[in-house]
């Protein structure tokens, strides 16, 4: 099956959701032929982007606002390798809301539904002047709350 043909049938799937969709490129293959560790990183970031504009949040998070959001952290877990061309799709989802956080949990899936990485990434509101953690804006956070699904706990 060409590849095209792969991609509008893994497109066709589903309609646009808050889902990200990628075939594996190129670029995110290391020596080994699977996805590099940092490609991983930057899909779960793009996925993260995805699910907040498809959520109508993004506005939140645009540069010039007056909060801005630090990384605090991110870990990832390595469940099965990916590899040039494979059709992933990344569930985002909201792990927890802290007072001054905002946990993501976002996992990838391989074309079967197989997990293929996990991730926790957490996220830290700043006051954009003083860069001094704020609490999270009160709107934001009632706009998140019902997208919270509480962190599972990661297998190593």
């Given at each position: 099956?060409?590849?095209?043909?792969?991609?509008?049938?893994?497109?066709?799937?589903?309609?646009?959701?808050?889902?990200?969709?990628?075939?594996?490129?190129?670029?995110?293959?290391?020596?080994?032929?699977?996805?590099?560790?940092?490609?991983?990183?930057?899909?779960?970031?793009?996925?993260?982007?995805?699910?907040?504009?498809?959520?109508?949040?993004?506005?939140?998070?645009?540069?010039g606002g007056r909060y801005v959001f630090h990384v605090r952290k991110v870990e990832v877990l390595f469940h099965a390798p990916s590899r040039y061309d494979d059709l992933i799709e990344?569930?985002?989802?909201?792990?927890?809301?802290?007072?001054?956080?905002?946990?993501?949990?976002?996992?990838?899936?391989?074309?079967?539904?197989?997990?293929?990485?996990?991730?926790?990434?957490?996220?830290?509101?700043?006051?954009?002047?003083?860069?001094?953690?704020?609490?999270?804006?009160?709107?934001?956070?009632?706009?998140?709350?019902?997208?919270?699904?509480?962190?599972?706990?990661?297998?190593?």
């Amino acid at each position: 099956m060409s590849m095209q043909h792969r991609l509008r049938s893994f497109a066709g799937k589903q309609p646009l959701d808050r889902n990200y969709r990628i075939a594996v490129p190129f670029r995110d293959i290391d020596m080994h032929g699977h996805m590099h560790n940092a490609a991983h990183v930057s899909h779960f970031e793009a996925a993260i982007s995805h699910f907040l504009r498809y959520e109508g949040l993004s506005e939140h998070f645009a540069p010039g606002g007056r909060y801005v959001f630090h990384v605090r952290k991110v870990e990832v877990l390595f469940h099965a390798p990916s590899r040039y061309d494979d059709l992933i799709e990344i569930e985002c989802r909201v792990g927890r809301l802290g007072r001054s956080s905002l946990g993501f949990s976002p996992r990838m899936l391989g074309p079967e539904g197989e997990l293929r990485a996990t991730a926790d990434i957490v996220w830290i509101c700043v006051e954009r002047q003083s860069s001094v953690p704020s609490p999270l804006p009160d709107d934001l956070r009632a706009a998140l709350e019902h997208h919270v699904i509480p962190h599972e706990p990661q297998s190593e």
